[in-house]
């Protein structure tokens, strides 16, 4: 990731469906920001009195506008258990947040035979820049998990990816939703290219199931947990460090 430091002022916060916020932050310093890293992500900090580091957070880059100097984030509310759940929930136009960034975009392959995109709502902002980029002709499904029915909108997409929704009003119970879905599909024909992103153990059900069961290589393959049930996303980098496979 690059170590840009971005001092941001929100300038619009709407409420773009009953779960979602998106956010503009404009920041002088935008005016370098690299092409080509809608998709990819930033890092907002937040500062912790009691520790020696602040508290970072991913968030992708749903949108860049050079002119502006403005990136554009789309943030799950969450309750306030942590930094960038309390955050999201309070800020106002005119706030101060600090960024880092950015970091890369994972992209589909776009010589595939066919896509499987797959996440939760936190995923939904990289799911729709990667829709948005697909060859025209594109074919394959993508799998996305929403808080409410109400959560669900319009996607740009070639006409041959097929979207499947899936509502799950309690995100932070363990469950297996996604992967549940995402196996019950029929497994199309030729080379596919996959990306999931989720919650913490869906997005290791899928790995395993992508991996092992339809031998997915793992050029195809990107696979990334966004977030752990009952745990900060320290919690969740710890958990991945000791998984017994590579993530
Ligand atoms: C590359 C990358 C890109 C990401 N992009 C986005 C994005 O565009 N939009 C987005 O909303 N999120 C995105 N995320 C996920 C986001 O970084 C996490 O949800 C993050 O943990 C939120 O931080 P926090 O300070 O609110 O909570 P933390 O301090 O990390 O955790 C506190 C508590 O909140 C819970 N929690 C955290 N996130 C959620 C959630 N979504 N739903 C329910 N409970 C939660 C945890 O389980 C924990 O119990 C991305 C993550 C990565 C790695």
Redesign the pocket.
């Known amino acids: 990731m690059a170590n840009n430091i971005y001092h941001g002022v929100v300038r619009t916060r709407d409420q773009i469906t009953p779960n979602m916020l998106r956010f503009s932050l404009e920041s002088e310093a935008l005016s370098d920001f690299p092409d080509g890293f809608e998709g990819g992500?930033v890092k907002l900090v937040f500062p912790r009195p009691e520790a020696k580091r602040p508290?970072m957070?991913?968030?992708?880059v749903?949108s860049f506008d050079r002119g502006a100097r403005q990136v554009t984030?789309?943030?799950?509310t969450?309750g306030d258990?942590?930094?960038?759940?309390?955050w999201a929930e309070r800020a106002k136009l005119g706030d101060s947040i600090v960024f880092a960034g950015p970091?890369p975009c994972r992209s589909a392959d776009p010589s595939a035979d066919w896509f499987l995109l797959a996440g939760d709502?936190?995923a939904l902002?990289?799911i729709s820049v990667q829709l948005e980029n697909l060859p025209p002709n594109a074919v394959g499904d993508a799998v996305i998990e929403v808080i409410s029915d109400e959560d669900r909108r319009k996607i740009i997409r070639p006409d041959g990816i097929e979207v499947h929704w899936i509502t799950n009003p309690e995100?932070?119970r363990p469950n297996s939703l996604l992967a549940d879905a995402v196996m019950n599909l029929p497994w199309r024909s030729g080379r596919v290219s996959a990306w999931i992103a989720s919650e913490f153990a869906n997005a290791r059900a899928l790995r395993q199931y992508m991996r092992h069961d339809r031998a997915v290589d793992r050029d195809s393959l990107y696979v990334?947990c966004?977030?752990?049930?009952?745990?900060?996303?320290e919690g969740m980098k710890a958990a991945k460090g000791s998984d017994s496979e590579s993530w």
């Open positions: 992500y508290a957070r991913s968030y992708t749903r984030l789309e943030m799950v969450h258990l942590g930094p960038a759940g309390r970091g709502m936190t902002p990289a995100p932070a990334s966004y977030w752990k049930i009952g745990d900060t996303d």
